[in-house]
């Protein structure tokens, strides 16, 4: 594979394919070799608030703890898979946790526990069901807002990790200040089967890219930009950039979570990225800078509509381990599109930045290799900075740093190694609004 750029293009295309092909075998292998429960977590489901109950007084012992509930407490029981059921509760309870002589005090809590182990728990206390809207609204939030499931999002998809069968996952909480917890359900083992098995996704996809973009050649004009090296004024542009995105991602999160490609960017991020494409094009227009910043190539719109497709498929697989078909019961075709354009747009200026210029000024700086590199690595950084802003001092934990450090420049690596070999950002914007837009749509 590392000469085989040498050889002619039947060779390259059935070598490339063979490589794929091994790669997505021996994913699929390692997901299914291993229980998905422990080693490479479940995708969350969709947890829409259907049914809420009212309990009698209710308590449990579950490992070092002993839980009391009292008569009227909000109970709701979450079907998380086949073998485990997530368990919500509100209430002014207590938990005595073992070593210690006074109990906490508890408004609501989280279990996970194997439907076994659930149901001896539950024994012959009635779950009577109640229908308050009032009550089922502050569950849901409960739920959305406060409860902190072991998880990691790949590529988009939010994937948790189940405690193994027989063992319990356990987050108490007092008016939203969480007490001592059982230890967490990720360890370094789960992990690593979790970056291991994305890696060979990452390897798929870079080469699917190469694979469908073999007969595509630079330009002599493309060529020649990108040999000439950025003039001073480019530089300084691209410095003053730079820094504007450290400043402001650094002080002001773009978004509440560590991964960029999730969650709703703040709308003053928009317009930040639209005035500086706005700036470059203006430059550009006035012949400050170059003329090839900037610009979007529609004249392969069909390859960069087939590229997109491809790509996003792979990782939607990869990432639900399943081919989505259902979408959500309101199929609002108008709001579906609406919602799509406003993912595209953000996507578009998103990558008129970091590709089209920066990535391009880096390349005619370094080379193509470091220049991809070293803004896949800037690029990380950035985020690094906005997330560390987002997230809380408690909340930065391991799972925290394997998404931030492992799939924001995983998918930083993948937009800009498809923008090297199609010079297209059109393509890039379809992909990166699809990783976007398909998480919120499908219901897995």
């Not at 979790?194 to 004009?221: E, G, K, M």
């Not at 700086?365 to 560390?388: D, H, K, N, Q, Y």
């Amino acid at each position: 594979m590392i000469n085989i750029h040498k050889a002619n293009a039947v060779t390259r295309f059935f070598s490339i394919l063979t490589a794929v092909t091994f790669l997505c075998f021996t994913a699929f292998f390692l997901f299914f070799s291993e229980p998905k429960e422990t080693s490479l977590g479940i995708i969350a489901p969709r947890l829409d608030i259907t049914r809420v109950y009212q309990t009698e007084p209710f308590s449990f012992s579950l490992e070092e703890y002993r839980i009391f509930l009292p008569r009227g407490s909000a109970v709701m029981a979450v079907p998380l898979n086949s073998t485990f059921t997530g368990l919500v509760f509100l209430g002014e309870g207590k938990a005595i946790q073992k070593g210690k002589n006074l109990p906490e005090k508890i408004t609501g809590g989280y279990l996970v526990v194997d439907k076994k182990t659930y149901l001896q728990l539950k024994g012959d206390t009635l779950f009577l069901p109640l229908e308050d809207h009032i009550l089922k609204n502050k569950l849901s939030l409960f739920l959305e807002q406060e409860i902190k499931k072991q998880s990691v999002n790949s590529f988009g998809f939010e994937r948790i990790f189940l405690p193994p069968e027989g063992k319990s996952y356990l987050y108490l909480e007092d008016n939203g200040v969480p007490l001592e917890q059982t230890p967490s359900a990720v360890h370094g083992r789960h992990l690593l089967g979790l970056i291991l098995y994305f890696s060979l996704v990452i390897a798929a996809v870079l080469l699917v890219a190469q694979l469908l973009t073999l007969d595509l050649r630079p330009s002599y004009s493309l060529a020649g930009f990108l040999k000439n090296p950025p003039d001073f004024s480019e530089k300084l542009l691209s410095a003053a950039i730079l820094f504007t995105l450290f400043l402001f991602h650094g002080v002001w999160p773009a978004t509440q979570t560590a991964n960029p490609f999730c969650g709703e960017i703040a709308p003053a991020f928009l317009l930040l990225y639209l005035g500086l494409f706005l700036l470059i094009r203006v430059l550009a227009s006035r012949g400050k800078i170059s003329r090839q910043y900037g610009l979007f190539q529609w004249r392969q719109f069909p390859r960069d509509l087939g590229l997109a497709l491809a790509i996003t498929l792979i990782i939607t697989v990869f990432s639900t381990v399943q081919i989505p078909s259902d979408l959500p019961g309101s199929t609002n075709t108008r709001q579906l599109f609406l919602q799509f354009l406003y993912f595209f747009s953000r996507a578009a200026v998103f990558e008129l930045i970091w590709r089209n210029f920066l990535q391009t000024t880096m390349e005619r700086l370094w080379g193509m290799r470091p220049g991809l590199l070293l803004a896949t690595l800037i690029f990380t950084g950035v985020f690094f900075a906005s997330a560390c802003s987002a997230i809380s001092e408690p909340n930065r934990n391991i799972t925290f740093f394997c998404e931030l450090l492992f799939f924001v420049p995983a998918t930083a690596l993948i937009l800009g190694y498809i923008y090297q070999k199609t010079r297209s950002i059109l393509g890039n914007a379809l992909i990166l609004a699809l990783i976007m837009f398909l998480p919120k749509l499908l219901i897995f």
